[in-house]
């Protein structure tokens, strides 16, 4: 079993920036990628970004493209998302999760889940 553990969500000014963290621990780390989701209040969870654990491969939802910057640090096992220029819509809790197959895309390929790091930006 992979626990996953999200930091550094907060509050912040539109235009303002975060980096948000996420570690994994537990049984072996099988992961083939890696995602950050959220869910803004009062919506559904919906895909923020992808990375590959083996090759470089990133994909952004459109909304975050030029804003937002997924990473990986596989000797930590670790993800990161940082986030710029951030906006009142980007608000919502963040989660990262990992996945071994299928479209990363969608929350249904991914086996763990960490338990959500809440963002607000906010004047």
């Known amino acids: 079993q992979v626990q996953l553990v999200e930091s550094g969500g907060g509050l912040v000014q539109p235009g303002g920036s975060l980096r948000l963290s996420c570690a994994a621990s537990?049984?072996?780390?099988?992961?083939?990628?890696m995602g950050w989701f959220r869910r803004p209040p009062g919506k559904e969870r919906e895909f923020v970004a992808g990375?590959?654990?083996?090759?470089?491969?990133?994909d952004y939802t459109n909304s975050v493209k030029g804003r937002f910057g997924i990473s990986k640090d596989n000797a930590k096992n670790a993800v990161y998302l940082q986030m710029n220029s951030l906006k009142p819509e980007d608000t919502g809790v963040y989660y990262c999760?990992?996945?071994?197959?299928?479209?990363?895309?969608?929350?249904?390929?991914?086996?763990?889940w960490g338990q959500g790091t809440q963002v607000t930006v906010s004047s």
């Open positions: 999760a990992t996945g071994r197959t299928g479209d990363w895309r969608y929350p249904e390929s991914y086996d763990s």
């Open positions: 990375i590959s654990r083996y090759t470089d491969t990133t």
């Open positions: 537990g049984s072996t780390f099988s992961a083939n990628f």
